[in-house]
């Protein structure tokens, strides 16, 4: 079985622009999260989506936006982009939404100079 | 508020000592929890969690509710053991997990 893919791997932005990060989750999987890993506050949840819905979200801007389509694959976006946005965006999938049981991708490493 | 709670950042053991590495959470419902382990130039992926009750890789976590803390122990440390352990709390009814900061453990042969 193919694991949670992400791309773009690595991504440079500068300050104001906007970004779409993509997920595909493990086949059959239907709840995807997502993670934003910093060195200094660590592993924060941002949102999960299952069946097309956002269940939960964290607390974070607005700026922060994502989907999640019928095939379950997902998208991440921040809009105006601002330089504490730089950090590792990780997605990960479930086959339920209440199992606490995650598959991790690699991660897209953002860069906003 | 939840919160988990890694004591150390960093810990070195030799090889074939015991290994505990602490979390201590802060949770008003009835938590769950876990940890998840990222080797070297790995992804980060689930060790094992307290409703389980399972020893992976040697490793076991008991759940004391009394201290609110769920350790993670290994008789004998391995070098295949360095890692970085993170120990994350699951919101109840929620696929949210809130992680602690992470320990780095470095196993010395």
């Known amino acids: 079985k193919a694991g949670v893919t992400q791309t773009p791997r690595y991504l440079i932005k500068t300050r104001g622009q906007q970004v779409t990060l993509s997920c595909s989750p493990i086949s059959g999987h239907r709840s995807v999260s997502w993670y934003q890993q910093t060195p200094g506050q660590g592993l924060q949840f941002l949102f999960e989506y299952f069946s097309e819905t956002q269940r939960n979200k964290g607390n974070f801007p607005g700026r922060f936006s994502g989907r999640q389509f019928s095939n379950s694959r997902s998208e991440m976006n921040v809009s105006t982009l601002e330089l504490g946005d730089s950090a590792l965006y990780l997605c990960?999938?479930?086959?339920?939404?209440?199992?606490?049981?995650?598959?991790f991708g690699e991660g897209s490493r953002l860069t906003v100079l | 508020a939840q919160r988990v709670t890694q004591p150390e950042k960093l810990l070195s053991v030799f090889k074939g000592a015991p290994v505990e590495l602490k979390c201590n959470y802060s949770y008003s419902g009835s938590p769950e929890l876990f940890w998840y382990v990222q080797y070297s130039r790995q992804r980060l992926q689930l060790l094992l969690r307290?409703?389980s009750r399972e020893s992976i890789k040697g490793f076991t976590a008991d759940l004391n509710k009394g201290e609110t803390s769920f350790h993670l122990k290994k008789p004998f440390a391995q070098e295949e053991d360095s890692a970085m352990y993170y120990c994350a709390l699951k919101l109840k009814g929620a696929q949210k997990l809130v992680f602690g900061q992470g320990t780095r453990l470095t196993i010395n042969p």
């Open positions: 990960a999938s479930s086959f339920d939404s209440n199992t606490g049981e995650l598959f």
């Open positions: 307290h409703i």
